[in-house]
Structure formats: C-alpha cells, structure tokens
C-alpha cells in the first residue's frame, strides 16, 4: 500500500504522479466562516446570503460560494 502525502507538504508539479493518494486537513465550515468570505470577496449572490431564498431554489439548504471550497482545499 502506497504512503499518502499530506498536503502540508511541499510540493511541486513534477511531484505529481497518476494515482497518488494525498491527505488534507479536514474543516467544519460554519455559518460565520461563509459570512466572513462574502463579506471578504464581496460574492453577495442571494443563494449564498439569504437561507430562505436557497432552501427555496437550490438544494434545500444555504450553498457555499465555489471560491471558498478551492481556498480551503
């Protein structure tokens, strides 16, 4: 069985190879947090902002900005 990298590693693109595992620190987002990043990158679209108008026309909850999944990762 092959050793996962972890992501606080120092990598660089020729470190990458097909099939390599790699291990990231996991992170609860909360409600703050996702207020904390609209407020920072001024993404004010209503399905990010307002809870009843996502529950309404998303997937029946609040979504999180795409931008903010990619900084975390």
């Known amino acids: ?5 972890y992501l606080s590693e120092k990598l660089f693109y020729g470190d ?6 790699f ?5 609860l987002i909360s409600d703050d947090d996702v207020t904390k990043f609209i407020e920072i990158t001024g993404l004010n679209n209503a399905i ?7 529950i309404k ?3 029946g909850w609040r979504l999180i900005p795409g931008p ?6």
């Open 23 to 27: 291990v990231s620190v996991s992170k």
């Open 1 to 5: 069985m092959k050793t996962p990298t």
């Open 57 to 59: 026309h998303s997937l």
């Open 48 to 54: 990010f902002v307002d809870k009843t108008f996502a």
């Open 68 to 73: 903010m999944t990619l900084s975390i990762a």
């Open 16 to 21: 990458l190879v097909l099939g390599k595992s």
